[in-house]
Nanobody, 113 residues
């Protein structure tokens, strides 16, 4: 059974940083492309960043240069380092394993002064 557990969300002021983690179990993590998505109130879920099994990364335009996705295959964990946060980054952030399509439960990120 696939399980993805996100953590690290919270309330942060504009310009601040947060690091999200997603711990995976029940999947062959090292072979999987892992992604982060987000969903803001009243909006559709959108892709934020992804990382392939070989470490190639991709980012949504609005987060390029501010967010960094990384992975630790020994810990079956994918990370999202978020810097220079803006109020428009406020959303529930989800991780997803792309082969089977499983989602985590999400973690709330709120950027507000």
């Amino acid at each position: 059974q696939v399980q993805l557990v996100e953590s690290g969300g919270g309330l942060v002021q504009p310009g601040g940083s947060l690091k999200l983690s997603c711990a995976a179990s029940g999947v062959i993590f090292r072979l999987n492309t892992m992604s982060w998505y987000r969903q803001a109130p009243g909006k559709e879920r959108e892709s934020v960043a992804s990382i392939t099994r070989s470490g190639l990364t991709g980012y949504e335009d609005s987060v390029k240069g501010r967010f960094t996705i990384s992975r630790d295959n020994a810990k079956n964990t994918v990370y999202l380092q978020m810097n220079s946060l803006k109020p428009e980054d406020t959303a529930v952030y989800y991780c997803k394993e792309e082969i089977g399509g499983a989602w985590g439960q999400g973690t709330q990120v709120t950027v507000s002064s």
